[in-house]
């Protein structure tokens, strides 16, 4: 089973930029794209096939659900089919954001499942681009309780300003910076960042500030302060950065319950095993390379089958891939 191609979901956003298309290779007429959801199981927006450069390909325009209910375990691993059914477990995406973020945490499982039924949302962040001066805002800086929280989230804002922001710890960023936001922790990407996201299958967000921004319509975007106020993590870490071997070819940036995360670089043709029983997406950030015979270029993702998960590569680029 040769690895999958998806038609991207771009979404245009207030906060969007347009460096998402030029990256991708695509002609587009939507402008401020904030996202791409390479490959997502999210209901209402399931990724649908495209071409792979295969002849007659009899799994062309089938939406992801459908290809994991056909194929089971042999696409996902039957570890991963027993536990998640035919809802593909993580969404993938590229992030560009020409203004900051809104100030945002999200659930983790015990409490989406309260909530919502369904899973939380833990996260991270490979920085690939920034503008100077771009910061990653991620964590308390200092400690606070639950009805602190309330109170600042709740303060006037003035001049734009809120007091939500003398809480948060900040970072200026560069390309290769990793940060991983485990549910629970306050975040924001701040202007001027270009950055691939990996994170559970969750569309659950809990916005506590958006810098009193207007939507189109001329009307603040809506807050979910008190539904946050139980989904912080109100504990105060050192650094909310994560450290990899930048100088490995092949390093491991992030192993959770939810995902593992490796960055991958190739100069020649390699083989790469992750030592996994499930599937393997693929991300190319740059150069292009055939990846199990299927071309992949800079700005496209492929999924591969857990059935035939071992990577064979030959050409120079640099991945991200995540498996379970």
């Not at 999200?106 to 920085?127: F, I, N, Q, S």
């Not at 003398?166 to 270009?194: C, K, T, V």
């Not at 958006?210 to 539904?227: S, V």
Request: with cysteine; hydrophobic share 35%.
């Amino acid at each position: 089973m040769k690895p999958f191609k998806f038609v991207p979901y771009l979404k245009t956003t207030i906060w969007g930029g347009e460096q998402i298309a030029p990256f991708k290779g695509i002609s587009t007429e939507l402008q401020h794209i904030g996202e791409s959801w390479e490959i997502s199981g999210v209901a209402g927006f399931e990724s649908l096939t495209a071409d792979r450069g295969l002849t007659d390909d009899a799994d062309l325009g089938k939406h992801l659900p459908q290809l994991i209910e056909e194929y089971k375990g042999e696409l996902v691993g039957n570890r991963i089919y027993e536990q998640y059914g035919s809802t593909f477990p993580l969404l993938i995406k590229l992030i560009d954001s020409s203004q900051n973020l809104s100030v945002q945490v999200h659930p983790d499982d015990k409490l989406a499942k309260e909530r919502h039924g369904c899973h939380g949302k833990t996260e991270m962040w490979y920085v690939m681009k920034t503008e100077p001066g771009s910061k990653i805002f991620t964590g308390l800086s200092k400690q606070i309780t639950p009805d602190d929280y309330e109170r600042l989230a709740t303060a006037p804002v003035e001049n734009g300003h809120s007091p939500m922001e003398d809480i948060l710890a900040s970072y200026e960023s560069h390309p290769g910076d990793l940060f991983f936001l485990p549910a629970g922790r306050l975040h924001a990407i701040g202007a001027g960042n270009f950055l691939a996201e990996i994170q559970q299958t969750s569309d659950i967000t809990y916005r506590v500030y958006d810098y009193g921004r207007l939507d189109a319509n001329g009307k603040p975007r809506e807050l979910h302060i008190e539904q946050a106020k139980d989904a912080i993590d109100y504990r105060v870490y050192s650094d909310y950065r994560s450290a990899y071997d930048a100088a490995s070819s092949n390093a491991e940036l992030v192993s959770c319950p939810y995902f593992r995360v490796n960055r991958i670089i190739t100069e020649d043709a390699i083989d790469i095993d992750l030592h996994t029983d499930a599937f393997v997406v693929v991300m190319c950030l740059s150069g292009d390379a055939i990846v199990n015979d299927v071309h992949v270029r800079q700005g496209e993702t492929i999924l591969v089958p857990a059935c035939d998960n071992i990577l064979h590569i030959s050409g120079q680029a640099t991945f991200l891939t995540a498996t379970m």
